[in-house]
């Protein structure tokens, strides 16, 4: 079992940056593909991007060259860096964890960038 909760979320104006981070507790973090989704009102939840346990990223074409995923395994926490931030980037974010058939969820964090 992994609890997650992930924090940084907030209002950002347009152009802007936010790091949003998703610490997990329980055992075995480091073996967990760690990833981030979100979900806009109104729309399906979608991948913003992941990272495998041994490091390697694989992120959205709408997110490519302003998003950056990492992780530190020694702390259990997951980080997206998200810069130039545009108002289609607004949505709830979630962390995940997934190993084979094992799936957990986040809570969520809001994300609304608006002038």
């Known amino acids: 079992q992994v609890k997650l909760v992930e924090s940084g979320g907030g209002l950002v104006q347009p152009g802007g940056s936010l790091r949003l981070s998703c610490a997990a507790s329980?055992?075995?973090?480091?073996?967990?593909?760690m990833g981030w989704y979100r979900q806009a009102p109104g729309k399906q939840r979608e991948l913003v991007a992941t990272?495998?346990?041994?490091?390697?990223?694989n992120c959205a074409n709408s997110v490519k060259g302003r998003f950056t995923i990492s992780r530190d395994n020694a702390k259990a926490t997951v980080y997206l860096q998200m810069n130039s931030l545009k108002p289609e980037d607004t949505a709830v974010y979630y962390c995940?964890?997934?190993?084979?058939?094992?799936?957990?969820w986040g809570q969520g964090t809001q994300v609304t960038v608006s002038s």
């Open positions: 329980g055992t075995g973090f480091s073996i967990y593909t």
């Open positions: 995940n964890a997934h190993y084979v058939y094992l799936d957990f």
């Open positions: 990272i495998t346990s041994d490091g390697s990223t």
